[in-house]
T-cell receptor
């Protein structure tokens, strides 16, 4: 099946700093990428949907100025957590959907963010 | 009431046992997904189905659209199958990202 990678897999940062997480589709062109957040023992929560070359669509309650999403190419989307705070500590997962892959999503391995 | 309900929430089995995880949903759907999340957190998409039955190795997924119910079966279970299994649906007419997730079933297979 299609492969989606995320980098880094784990990151620890200090409060007030910004962190960038990359999501790459390795063997297909991802027209749409999704960013999810998962708190411990909770379901995934969709944060935003990004289509290549256009602005991301954020879900209600997700601050677009805090969680900057860029989808500059068909194989790369980035999520930048700006001015991170301890409450931003979470597991961030991306998924990608390719051309012709209606409803099919391929998930990345996730990034564990800890803000101290 | 959640739109996607899974049962059981937790399941412990002995190696070799046949396992069934159930998923019921209350909305019209375009597709249903079964996902596997290992303790490290990474998610693997196991199946996407909108009708009938799919099989991959020891895993079988079935869906009954009329009854709004899906099952995931694992034959000859193995400790490496230990993970959280998540059912998610794409609501009818919804965009690809609008997955509605169940809370997951935590499976532990003992040797």
């Amino acid at each position: 099946g299609a492969v989606v990678s995320q980098h880094p897999s784990r990151v620890i940062c200090k409060s007030g700093t910004s962190v960038k997480i990359e999501c790459r589709s390795l063997d297909f062109q991802a027209t749409t990428m999704f960013w999810y957040r998962q708190f411990p023992k909770q379901s995934l929560m969709l944060m935003a949907t990004s289509n290549e070359g256009s602005k991301a669509t954020y879900e209600q309650g997700v601050e677009k100025d805090k969680f900057l999403i860029n989808h500059a190419s068909l194989t790369l989307s980035t999520l930048t957590v700006t001015s991170a705070h301890p409450e931003d500590s979470s597991f961030y997962i991306c998924s990608a959907s390719g051309i012709g892959g209606q409803y099919e999503q391929y998930f990345g391995p996730g990034t564990r963010l800890t803000v101290t | 009431k959640n739109e996607v309900e899974q049962s059981p929430q937790n399941l412990t089995a002995q190696e070799g046992e046949f396992i069934t995880i159930n998923c019921s949903y209350s909305v019209g759907i375009s597709a249903l997904h079964w996902l596997q999340q290992h303790p490290g957190g990474g998610i693997v998409s196991l199946f996407m189905l909108s009708s009938g039955k799919k099989k991959h190795g020891r895993l079988i997924a079935t869906i009954n659209i009329q009854e709004k119910h899906s099952s995931l079966h694992i034959t000859a279970s193995h400790p490496r199958d230990s993970a959280v299994y998540i059912c998610a649906v794409t609501g009818y007419g919804g965009s690809q990202g609008n997955l509605i997730f169940g809370k997951g079933t935590k499976l532990s297979v003992k040797p």
